[in-house]
């Protein structure tokens, strides 16, 4: 099975500031179709998780510009170029091209 | 607008058995896959099941293999996952979401295995 790491699992930052979050699949995750799916979900306190990211880069509609995704193979990032308050929460990402797996999750609170 | 709204979760005793409902609108269900998903209380994010569009074909998380069954009716827009010989530790909130990514979520179910 594929597990998914994601580093750190808390993230104080400040407003304002950018913040980055790691993501690391134990194997490849580009599919037999050539595509690569990793996704990025925010889960708000209180609230289901929300999909912010698709296929690495690809933000949903809605998502500010302000985050972003990146990355190829094993190794993913999640960006956010300035931090606001509606960003607080935990953050996933998931594999989705070896059946699914969630990586543990990263708080990100205000510092 | 995509709706996913489950239904079904309750106390159980551990042994027992329990079916979840998730129904669909805002979109044309039979054209996708759709995915059970559970968080234990403070925890994070497990898969847990998924068929296809056609219901054809599922997929199972190794800690539910064997003792839950997913399917759906396309004619009630609906997926069930059907529980059984539960556990304390299949105590969660359950969420549905639509597609091969995870695209639209429900509210979520809560289901607590314990005597």
């Known amino acids: 099975d594929v597990v998914m790491t994601q580093s750190p699992l808390s993230l104080p930052v400040t407003l304002g500031q950018p913040a980055s979050i790691s993501c690391r699949s134990s194997?490849?995750?580009?599919?037999?179709?050539?595509?690569?799916?990793l996704n990025w979900f925010l889960q708000r306190p209180g609230q289901s998780p929300r999909r912010l990211i698709y296929k690495v880069s690809n933000r949903d509609s809605g998502v500010p510009d302000r985050f972003s995704g990146s990355g190829s193979g094993t190794d993913f990032t999640l960006k956010i170029s300035r931090v606001e308050p509606e960003d607080i929460g935990v953050y996933y990402c998931m594999q989705g091209s070896h059946k699914y797996t969630f990586g543990q999750g990263t708080k990100l609170e205000i510092k | 607008e995509v709706q996913l709204l489950e239904s079904g979760g309750k106390l159980v005793q551990p042994g027992g058995s329990l079916r979840l409902s998730c129904e669909a609108s805002g979109f044309t269900f039979r054209t996708y896959s759709m995915n059970w998903v559970r968080q234990a209380p403070g925890k994070g994010l497990e898969w847990v099941s998924t068929i296809t569009n056609t219901g054809s074909t599922t997929y199972y998380a190794d800690s539910v293999k064997g003792r839950f069954t997913i399917s759906r009716d396309n004619s009630r827009d609906t997926v069930f996952l059907e529980m059984n010989s539960l556990r304390a530790e299949d105590t969660a909130v359950y969420y549905c979401?639509?597609?091969?990514?995870?695209?639209?979520w429900g509210q979520g179910t809560p289901v607590t295995v314990s005597s």
């Open positions: 194997q490849s995750l580009v599919y037999s179709d050539g595509n690569t799916y």
């Open positions: 979401a639509k597609g091969a990514q995870f695209g639209n």
